[in-house]
């Protein structure tokens, strides 16, 4: 079975703070990608990687930036948390033209 | 108009009924199409996958593709309240294998 792992369940963090998210999925997926979801507004791709040190940007990318070092790994960074960045963040993974599978996902909250 | 269309809901249905959810795609180049199901709080899970025309049954589930007409429905037999989620439907286009296009779901609730 595939495994995504995302390093919280839930996280705090105020205004301005630099937040990290990871990922890490098992299955040697080339494809890794982080969503947003908030009620009403569906799924919506923040950024998405397809090889190590490749990124491209998803429909939302502002206010984010991404890493991929390694290819199991793909991290989530709001460089200065906002408000409105608080949200369901949830990482998948895939290989070519296959479905996605996701982690548990992150409540994180900016206060 | 959208990529790929839901009807929002929410649909309600008895237990023990047939469920039918629909999902319309704009690009008639896509080949691959995927339903999840969302528990309120939870990530999405896939529960099914279909690439070539007509049915494809997994138990009580079974997803019906036509890409003439551009739609993909998912069809839940004998429907129970544990059924009860947002059902997401998800399409990889033609220009782009890597990602999906999402549907903003369905909301089905089971009534005992």
């Known amino acids: 079975d595939v495994k995504v792992t995302q390093s919280s369940r839930y996280l705090v963090k105020r205004t301005g703070e630099k937040v990290f998210l990871e990922c890490v999925q098992d299955?040697?997926?080339?494809?890794m990608f982080w969503y947003r979801q908030d009620p009403g507004l569906g799924l919506r791709l923040i950024y998405f990687?397809?090889?190590?040190?490749?990124?491209e940007k998803g429909d939302i990318p502002e206010g984010y930036s991404v890493s991929r070092e390694k290819k199991e790994r793909f991290s989530l960074i709001l460089e200065s948390a906002s408000t409105n960045q608080t949200s369901m963040y949830l990482c998948?993974?895939?290989?070519?033209?296959?479905?996605?599978?996701f982690g548990d996902g992150t409540r994180l909250s900016i206060l | 108009q959208k990529e790929v269309e839901q009807n929002s809901g929410p649909l309600s249905v008895p237990e023990g009924a047939i469920a039918s959810l629909n999902c319309t795609y704009s690009?008639?180049?896509?080949?691959?199409f995927f339903w999840y199901r969302q528990y309120s709080g939870k990530s999405p899970e896939l529960i099914m996958s279909i690439y070539s025309n007509g049915d494809k049954e997994d138990g009580r589930f079974t997803a019906q593709l036509n890409k003439a007409s551009q739609y993909v429905s998912l069809l839940i037999r004998d429907s129970q309240p544990s059924d009860s989620a947002t059902y997401l439907c998800?399409?990889?286009?033609?220009?782009?294998?890597?990602?999906?296009?999402w549907g903003l779901g369905t909301s089905l609730g089971v009534n005992p």
């Open positions: 998948a993974s895939s290989t070519v033209n296959q479905p996605q599978h």
């Open positions: 990687s397809y090889d190590v040190k490749m990124k």
């Open positions: 998800a399409v990889i286009n033609a220009g782009n294998n890597r990602k999906l296009i």
């Open positions: 690009d008639r180049g896509s080949q691959s």
């Open positions: 299955m040697d997926h080339e494809n």
